[in-house]
C-alpha cells in the first residue's frame, strides 16, 4: 500500500517569512495529493490539493508543488501570519480507484510574532 | 447548512464497555469514513465506505467494526474496547470515491480505562 512521509514533524519562522513542508510518497500510480490544515482543538480541513497532471498550484499566499518523478511533493506558505499556526497533514492516493487516502504524520507550525 | 455530525463528542468508558460513536452527514455523499488520530502517528484510517452497504478496511481496523445501512449514517462500532483504543477519532465524508475533498467531523475524543 501506500506510504507517505511528512517532514519536519514541528516548524517554527518567524511572522512574515516562508514555511515549507514536504512530503514523499511510495507508490508511483498516485496522483491525487491534498492537504490539510488542523487548527488546535480543530478538525483537519482541506485548504489546497494538486493532481498530477500539473506541477504546481497557487491559492493566495499557498502553493503546492509536485515531483513525480522524485516522489515528493511540498507545501509552501509564504508572508506567514499567526492564524498560519496549526498542523499541516498531506496525503496521497490514486484518484478514482477505491483506494484509501493515506496521511502524512503531520506537521506542527509556529509562526512567532 | 452542510456538515458532518459526531456523537457523543467525549466519552469515557471502561475495558469491555461496547460503544457507538455516530456519524451522519447532509451532503448527500457516496464516500465516508473513519480515521483515528494519535500523536505522532497522524490520521490513520480504520474504515471506509463507498457507498451503502460498501465498506472496508483501512489501515487500523482491529477492533472495530462499521455498517453503512444509510447513505447519511457510518457509525463505528467498538464491541470490546481497550486502553489502545483511546485516541480522538474523526468521520469524514467526501462526492466520489474519497479522492475529492474530505469534510471532517468535529471529532470524538474516547477515553478507555
Known amino acids: 500500500g501506500e506510504n507517505v512521509e511528512q517532514h519536519p514533524s514541528t516548524l517554527s519562522v518567524q511572522e512574515g517569512d516562508s514555511a515549507v513542508i514536504k512530503c514523499t510518497y511510495s507508490d508511483s500510480a498516485s496522483n491525487y495529493f491534498p492537504w490539510y490544515k488542523q487548527e488546535l482543538g480543530k478538525r483537519p480541513q482541506l485548504i489546497i490539493d494538486?493532481?498530477?497532471?500539473?506541477g504546481e498550484k497557487k491559492d493566495q499566499r499557498i502553493a503546492v508543488t509536485l515531483n513525480k518523478t522524485a516522489k515528493h511533493f511540498s507545501l509552501h506558505i509564504t508572508e506567514t501570519q499567526p492564524e498560519d499556526s496549526a498542523v499541516y497533514f498531506c496525503?496521497?492516493?490514486?484518484?478514482?480507484?477505491?483506494?484509501?487516502?493515506?496521511f502524512g504524520s503531520g506537521t506542527q507550525l509556529t509562526v512567532l510574532p | 447548512e452542510a456538515q458532518v455530525t459526531q456523537n457523543p463528542r467525549y466519552l469515557i468508558t471502561v475495558t469491555g464497555k461496547k460503544l457507538t460513536v455516530t456519524c451522519s452527514q447532509n451532503?448527500?455523499?457516496?464516500?465516508m469514513s473513519w480515521y483515528r488520530q494519535d500523536p505522532g502517528l497522524g490520521l490513520r484510517q480504520i474504515y471506509y465506505?463507498?457507498?451503502?452497504?460498501?465498506?472496508d478496511k483501512g489501515d487500523v481496523p482491529e477492533g472495530y467494526k462499521v455498517s453503512r445501512k444509510e447513505k447519511r449514517n457510518f457509525p463505528l462500532i467498538l464491541e470490546s474496547p481497550s486502553p489502545n483504543q483511546t485516541s480522538l477519532y474523526f468521520c469524514?465524508?467526501?462526492?466520489?470515491?474519497?479522492?475529492?475533498?474530505?469534510?471532517f467531523g468535529p471529532g470524538t475524543r474516547l477515553t478507555v480505562l
Open positions: 451532503m448527500n455523499h457516496e464516500y
Open positions: 469524514a465524508s467526501g462526492q466520489g470515491q474519497g479522492t475529492d475533498t474530505q469534510y
Open positions: 494538486i493532481r498530477s497532471n500539473v
Open positions: 465506505s463507498m457507498n451503502v452497504e460498501v465498506t
Open positions: 496525503a496521497a492516493t490514486l484518484s478514482g480507484s477505491a483506494r484509501q487516502l493515506t
